[in-house]
């Protein structure tokens, strides 16, 4: 018979204990997160096609230069929307989004 070659032992890597608190992302990656969201809601509701395309233009542009000027001044556009459908009762235009979109708005500032 044959001997077969010892398997070598694997060893893994213990995992740390990691705390549950949220890490923070950066203000450019908040905006982008909130502007992609409110991208895909005005798409859902079918409104605004000027400004679905101006989302879109300016998501590209900064991924391209990391530069998000363009998404804040879209995102200020959108909340107004957003505020404006939320006064007419539109269903999906949720309290949650408007203040995702405040929140990202002022961490510009």
């Known amino acids: 018979m ?7 032992v694997k060893k893994t890597a213990t995992k740390r204990a990691t705390s549950t608190a949220k890490v923070s992302t950066s203000a450019s990656d ?10 895909k ?6 409104i605004e096609q000027q400004l679905q395309s101006d989302i879109e233009w300016c998501l590209g542009s900064y991924r391209n230069d990391l530069n998000p000027s363009g998404l804040y001044e ?3 556009r959108t909340l107004t929307v957003f505020q404006a459908e939320k006064s007419k009762k539109t269903k999906g235009v949720t309290a949650k ?4 979109l405040e929140g990202a708005l002022n961490t510009s500032a």
């Open 41 to 46: 809601k005005l798409q859902e509701l079918g």
């Open 97 to 100: 989004m408007i203040t995702d």
């Open 30 to 39: 908040q905006i982008e997160k909130v502007c992609v969201e409110s991208l």
């Open 2 to 8: 044959a001997k077969e070659t010892a398997k070598p």
């Open 74 to 76: 879209v995102a200020a």
